[in-house]
């Protein structure tokens, strides 16, 4: 048995398909869509004054200031002539390869001498420093009035650590201490973060109520010695003397590296860093370089 359609019921029929489909489009389209974090990317470009030409100057940071020195960088007109982009990433620490070093892939890289060593024993033939940073403090930091190094206290807290736990100052320091206190991982409370940016974020919604960072002054640099005073977060977020607590040991600040492909121009990039540093007060290498 057959069946035929009219004309009239075609049309419904073609009506009714479409009317399904834009349904399922708009449904589609409002349907929410994932918000993209710091931590969806790891890299940044800018051009340096539109310039578009020049090569691109490749740039390792830190995922705390990558965005700003990205952007500082680009502004600095007297880069204008030898470069045309400024790429800054914040790659993690196993991404720092022997072949990604030897080959240049990081032109101008901040970091600590025994991560770069480690991946590359002949260090000092491909890469010059050109600044070197102090060690600093750090200090645990609470949102509680009152801060108690006892197992009481800590153990009612949320803890905030990196991801990654070579981070002296975001996992290794912090972790010695509790041990030293007698507790374990296992004993606290905690979440751990990829990135600064990220983790500051967790603890200034509260997500967190304790981590360990450097500390800034009201002029905006680095605490180095310990003071009974209002000092400041990465964030801008005020700590009273009460809130924090200085953890034994120091952190490494790192170096700037420069590969030796960029060797003529390392006294122009030394001054370039140079005016950007606000918290830590780098050594200046003499590269000799003319005034």
């Given at each position: 048995m057959r069946f035929y359609l009219t004309i009239r019921q075609y049309h419904l029929g073609l009506a009714l398909v479409a009317l399904v489909l834009f349904c399922g489009l708009l449904m589609l389209a409002m349907w929410p869509t994932p918000r993209l974090q710091l931590t969806d990317y790891d890299s940044m470009e800018c051009r340096i004054n539109s310039a578009a030409e020049g090569p691109v100057l490749s740039v390792v940071g830190s995922p705390v200031n990558s965005f700003s020195l990205g952007k500082q960088l680009c502004d600095k007109t007297e880069l204008a002539a030898h470069f045309g982009r400024v790429k800054v990433s914040w790659p993690k620490r196993t991404e720092l390869t022997a072949d990604a070093l030897i080959s240049g892939q990081y032109q101008l890289l901040w970091s600590r001498r025994e991560v770069l060593a480690g991946a590359l024993h002949n260090l000092h033939a491909y890469y010059s420093e050109i600044l070197i940073f102090?060690?600093?403090?750090?200090?645990?930091?609470?949102?509680?009035?009152?801060?108690?190094?006892?197992?009481?206290?800590?153990?009612?807290?949320?803890?905030?650590?990196?991801?990654?736990?070579?981070?002296?100052?975001?996992?290794?320091?912090?972790?010695?201490?509790?041990?030293?206190?007698?507790?374990?991982?296992?004993?606290?409370?905690?979440?751990?973060?990829?990135?600064?940016?990220?983790?500051?974020?967790?603890?200034?919604?509260?997500?967190?109520?304790i981590y360990s960072s450097v500390l800034l002054d009201q002029k905006q640099e680095v605490v180095q010695q310990a003071a009974d005073q209002v000092l400041y977060t990465l964030a801008g977020t005020e700590v009273l003397p009460e809130q924090r607590l200085l953890i034994p040991g120091y952190s490494n600040g790192g170096s700037w590296f420069l590969h030796k492909s960029l060797e003529d121009k390392s006294c122009l990039l030394q001054q370039s860093l140079l005016a950007l540093d606000e918290m830590l007060k780098p050594t200046i290498v003499d590269l000799h370089c003319e005034v």
């Open positions: 102090p060690k600093y403090p750090v200090y645990f930091v609470s949102k509680s009035p009152s801060f108690q190094l006892n197992k009481a206290f800590l153990t009612q807290q949320r803890f905030g650590f990196l991801t990654d736990v070579n981070s002296y100052s975001g996992f290794q320091l912090p972790v010695a201490l509790l041990q030293q206190e007698g507790l374990t991982l296992a004993d606290i409370n905690y979440r751990q973060y990829y990135d600064w940016t990220t983790l500051l974020a967790a603890f200034e919604k509260g997500e967190i109520t």
